[in-house]
Every structure is written in C-alpha cells, then in structure tokens.
C-alpha cells in the first residue's frame, strides 16, 4: 500500500518540539489518520535525498540496517485494516506481515506495559545485524543500536511537530515480540514506540 506523500515543511519550530518532547504512557483512543502514519515513518526512515537513498537517520556507511514494523490496532488508522505492517522506504509504501490487532500482545510482551495497548500505532524499531556487521565486524552491533536512538528520536520529534505524542520501550522480551509480529527472525526488535493522541 502506497502512502500518501510527507510533508518537508510543518508548522511548529525543532526548538518547539525539543522543549516539549516527553515519553507519554497515556494515549486517548482517537485514531490516526494514513498521512500522520506515512510523515512519521518517513521521519523513522524514509528516503530524502535527491538520489533516492538516502535515509532521515543517519546509517554508518549508509549501510542502513535498520527495519521498521507498524502495529496498527483496530480502527486506529484511516483505510487501514489492523495488523503488522512493515515499511518499505524505496516506495514509500507499507505491506502487510500479519493481519489482526496485536496491541494488547505487544504490550504483553514489553513486560506487562499494559497502557501501550492503548495506542493507535505502535511502531517497532528492528535492526539486521548482518546487513552492517558484513563490513564492520561486531562493532556493526553498536552502530546499528546508535541507529535505533536516532529514529527513535526523529519519531519522537515528528509525532510532537504533528500534535502527537510519542512512547518509548526497550524492555520487552525479543523472542516474544518477534512472534507476535510474524517479523524475519533476523530482524531484532531495539525500540518500541507507541505513538497516538496524548489523553
Ligand atoms: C532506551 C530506552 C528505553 C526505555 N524503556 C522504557 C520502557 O520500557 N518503559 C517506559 O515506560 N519508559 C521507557 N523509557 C522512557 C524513559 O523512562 C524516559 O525517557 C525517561 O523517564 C525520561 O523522560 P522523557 O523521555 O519524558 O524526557 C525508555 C527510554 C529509553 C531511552
């Protein structure tokens, strides 16, 4: 599914969205729509140079190892059926990995962070280590984990500059996060990001 095109201008000034940047846990039921879902991963990892390669985060050796997975709850996304997505920077487009509303075994999964279920969009940050240690050994581990803060970060700030506001969770349990997503076992999930209306 082909999303609609981002935005490169906003209303709201970076310093803004610095200062007002806070990890929420408490997210209204308000659904989002599919052009706040496509500027947000877009700002995660979407293509922005002319050349179209380029990534919004930085990637060491522009290797980008990095995957980003959509968990789309029930009537929580404009047109969109709930399920697993995964982006596809080239196209900017989303496809289906598993179909159903997993927010609540997500949430299971991160150790018991019940009010993650809350959100609309849950976005998981994964990295394949092999697309990056290929060239530069175990120290590709590190940078790849460095990746994972600076999307978490560009998602922070996007989700704020958009009237949103953004979670952040490193503890959860790989394994169990990896089966209810359906994702490549390869691709080992570093961040989730639940994102949505702050209640
Ligand atoms: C790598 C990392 C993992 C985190 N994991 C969790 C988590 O599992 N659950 C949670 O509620 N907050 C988590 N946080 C959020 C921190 O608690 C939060 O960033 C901190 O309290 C500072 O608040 P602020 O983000 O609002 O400035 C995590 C933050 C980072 C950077």
Redesign the pocket.
């Known amino acids: 599914m082909h999303l609609p095109d981002p935005m490169i201008d906003g209303d709201v000034s970076l310093e803004r969205t610095i200062h007002k ?3 929420i ?1 408490s997210f209204e039921s308000k659904a989002l729509t599919l052009k706040q879902l496509s500027q947000v991963l877009w700002a995660a990892q979407g293509i922005t140079d002319i050349g179209e390669f380029k990534r919004a985060a930085p990637s060491a050796g522009a290797l980008y190892p990095m995957d980003i997975y959509g968990v789309v709850g029930k009537d929580c996304i404009e047109k969109m059926d709930p399920g697993i997505y995964l982006y596809e920077p080239a196209g900017h487009s989303i496809s289906l990995v598993k179909e159903g509303d997993f927010r609540r075994d997500i949430a299971i999964a ?2 018991g ?1 019940i009010w993650m279920a809350h959100a609309p969009l849950t976005l998981v940050i994964t990295a394949e280590y092999s697309r990056i240690t290929v060239k530069y050994g175990q120290r590709g581990i590190r940078y790849a984990i460095m990746e994972a ?1 600076h999307i ?1 970060q560009n998602i922070f700030l996007q989700s704020q500059a958009m009237g949103l506001e953004a ?6 349990e790989d394994q169990e996060v990896i089966q209810v997503m359906g994702s490549k076992k390869t691709h080992e999930p570093l ?1 989730l990001m639940p994102v949505g209306y702050k209640r």
């Open positions: 940047r806070r990890t846990r991160s150790l962070q803060g978490g979670g952040i969770v490193g503890a959860f961040l």
